[in-house]
């Protein structure tokens, strides 16, 4: 059956230093108090090192939160799957709506993220999820539909099982605001039809679908408790080790 999954995504927030203080801390509530799901920290690349000796890797795995479309040469700038495989980290953020709206990410060039991330063994966790004005105009079935639809569905049914969902409504990150319980399930129920008619019903069921937007302590609960709702990737919330550990505590 599918994993319960809480993933952290720090963003572009501490220094080392306070990564590797995060990173232990959250270690060492969560060596106290035994999670129920899986947990994943996404911290910047130059964290990745440090922060995955600063963790029980049992207890919490490490996220990048990008990498190249390129497997490696002259892209000043750029950090390749590979590299990021080679620093412990075993799963990548990909196609997060910062990344989408700040630096243009498209889903062909998703495709190719997600082709290199699963040719050097990270599991993606790919991001999905519509814009206040695509929701407005009920066409976030659409969107998300064509999102996987463009970067994913060429992959096979066992290459897709290794991808992990994460659907970010982009009006409920960093907004306080949440979607419902409600339209949360609908959605993912909706994400997982689209699996099942693709890539077949087993497949579709192991496929753990994360909520992100807003999600803290006080909503973990009613969010995760829908059969749909297989956890969350939590921005703001990540940034304090008790904080996080309330959402993981809603397991
Ligand atoms: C995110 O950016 O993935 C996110 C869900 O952010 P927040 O929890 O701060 O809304």
């Known amino acids: 059956?599918?994993?319960n999954i809480v993933a952290g995504n720090w963003k572009m927030n501490n220094?080392?230093?306070e990564g590797i203080k995060l990173a232990k801390e959250v270690s060492a509530i969560l060596t106290a108090n035994k999670p129920n799901c899986k947990v994943v920290l996404g911290a910047p690349f130059i964290h990745l090192t440090e922060v995955v000796k600063a963790v029980d890797s049992s207890l919490?795995?490490?996220a990048a939160q990008n990498c190249a479309n390129k497997e490696s040469g002259a892209y000043t700038g750029e950090i390749s799957a590979s590299m990021v495989k080679s620093t412990g980290a075993t799963y990548v953020i990909l196609g997060h709506s910062e990344r989408r709206a700040y630096y243009g990410e498209t889903n062909a060039l998703l495709k190719e993220k997600t082709d290199l991330a699963l040719a050097n063994g990270l599991t993606p966790i790919f991001?999905?999820?519509?814009?206040l004005e695509e929701r407005e105009a009920n066409k976030h079935f659409e969107?998300?539909?064509?999102?996987?639809?463009e970067a994913l569905f060429h992959l096979s049914?066992?290459?897709f099982s290794k991808i992990v969902l994460a659907y970010e409504p982009v009006w409920a990150i960093g907004t306080g605001k949440t979607a419902s319980p409600e339209q949360a399930q609908e959605i993912h129920a909706y994400i997982r039809k689209v699996v099942a008619d693709k890539f077949g019903a087993s497949v579709a069921d192991n496929t753990s679908i994360l909520y992100g937007g807003s999600c803290k302590a006080s909503?973990?609960?009613?969010?995760?408790?829908?059969p749909d709702v297989d956890g969350g990737l939590i921005g703001g919330a990540s940034l304090n080790a008790e904080d996080f550990y309330g959402i993981i505590a809603a397991f």
Do not use: P, S
């Open 1 to 3: 059956m599918r994993q």
């Open 15 to 17: 220094t080392l230093e």
């Open 60 to 62: 919490v795995g490490i």
């Open 127 to 131: 991001c999905i999820g519509e814009v």
């Open 143 to 149: 969107v998300v539909k064509n999102q996987i639809e």
């Open 157 to 159: 049914a066992d290459a």
């Open 219 to 226: 909503n973990a609960k009613e969010l995760f408790a829908n």
